[in-house]
C-alpha cells in the first residue's frame, strides 16, 4: 500500500485527459498535476529545450512526494533522453500499444511537430500492423490552439489544412498521438466524420498501475487532487473543473522560466 499522490505531468492541458482516465478508473488515487502552459506549445521546440523543460517538471513533482510519474505527453515522452526515466521514482512514458479497428487499411498518427520528427510512433504501428498503409500528420498550432481555447471552426481549420497537406484525408482510422487532441473531438469530427480515432490514454495509465500493482504500492484511499499550472489558470481551471469537480488548481512558476 502506498497513498502518495501519482505525478502527472504534460506541457498544458492536454495531460488531463490522461488524469482523467486515473481519476475514472483508480477513484482511491490522489495525483498532482502540472501543466506547463507558460511554455506551450513544446511541439515547434527543440529536444533539447524539451528535456530541460521536463527535467523542470519532473523536479517539481519530486518534490512533492509522489510515488510514480505519468509523462502525459508524447512530446515529452519521445524526446527526453533515456536518462530521465531512470531514479527512485518510476516514469512512465505515454504508451504506443493501440488497437485499431478492423478492416482499416490506412491510418494517420496525429502529432505535434517534434513528436513526428521521432518517427517513435510510426515505428511501432508498422511493426504490430504491416498491413496497414501509414501516414504521419504533424498539426502545426492544433496543441496551442485548444491549450488556449479556440474555438472549433479554428481548430478544425487547422486539422483539415495538416489533413490535406500530408495526404490524410482518406484514412479509414486515426491515432492522437498528442493529448490535448481529446479535447477537441468534434474539431476533428468536422474533418472526419465518419472516422475513428484511438486514444492511447487508457494502455498509458494501466501501464502504470501495472507497476503499483505489482509493488503492492496501489492506494486504499484517496487524498485531494492537486492540479498546477504554469500560465493560462482562466481557461485550464473551469477545465479542471468540467472534467474532476472541485479540485485545487493553482498557478506555479518553474527553474529557468
Not at 486515426?174 to 472516422?195: D, E, N, Q
Request: charged share 25%.
Amino acid at each position: 500500500m502506498d497513498n502518495r499522490p501519482i505525478g502527472i505531468m504534460d506541457s498544458g492541458v492536454g495531460g488531463l485527459t490522461v488524469a482523467r482516465v486515473l481519476h475514472e478508473r483508480y477513484p482511491k488515487e490522489s495525483m498532482i498535476f502540472l501543466g506547463d502552459s507558460l511554455r506551450n506549445p513544446y511541439g515547434e521546440r527543440t529536444r533539447d529545450e524539451i528535456a530541460r523543460f521536463a527535467g523542470e517538471i519532473k523536479d517539481f513533482l519530486i518534490k512533492k512526494n509522489v510515488k510514480m510519474i505519468i509523462i502525459a505527453c508524447n512530446t515529452i515522452s519521445f524526446n527526453v533522453y533515456p536518462s530521465f526515466l531512470e531514479g527512485p521514482v518510476p516514469v512512465v512514458k505515454m504508451s504506443l500499444d493501440i488497437t485499431l479497428p478492423e478492416g482499416t487499411k490506412k491510418a494517420g498518427i496525429f502529432a505535434t511537430p517534434a513528436s513526428i520528427r521521432t518517427h517513435a510512433h510510426k515505428k511501432y504501428v508498422e511493426k504490430k500492423f504491416p498491413e496497414v498503409e501509414w501516414v504521419e500528420v504533424p498539426c502545426d498550432g492544433v496543441a496551442a490552439a485548444i491549450e488556449q481555447g479556440k474555438d472549433e471552426n479554428f481548430i478544425s481549420a487547422l486539422v483539415q489544412k495538416a489533413a490535406k497537406e500530408y495526404h490524410a484525408l482518406g484514412i479509414d482510422a486515426g491515432y492522437w498521438a498528442c493529448t490535448h487532441y481529446p479535447l477537441a473531438p468534434s474539431a476533428f469530427a468536422r474533418v472526419f466524420p465518419k472516422v475513428p480515432f484511438i486514444d492511447p490514454a487508457l494502455p498509458t495509465v494501466e501501464a502504470g498501475m501495472a507497476i503499483l500493482q505489482r509493488e503492492d504500492r496501489l492506494a486504499e484511499g484517496k487524498d485531494r487532487d492537486e492540479f498546477y499550472f504554469t500560465d493560462g489558470l482562466a481557461h485550464a481551471e473551469p477545465l479542471v473543473k468540467r472534467l474532476f469537480g472541485p479540485a485545487a488548481v493553482e498557478k506555479t512558476n518553474l527553474v529557468g522560466e
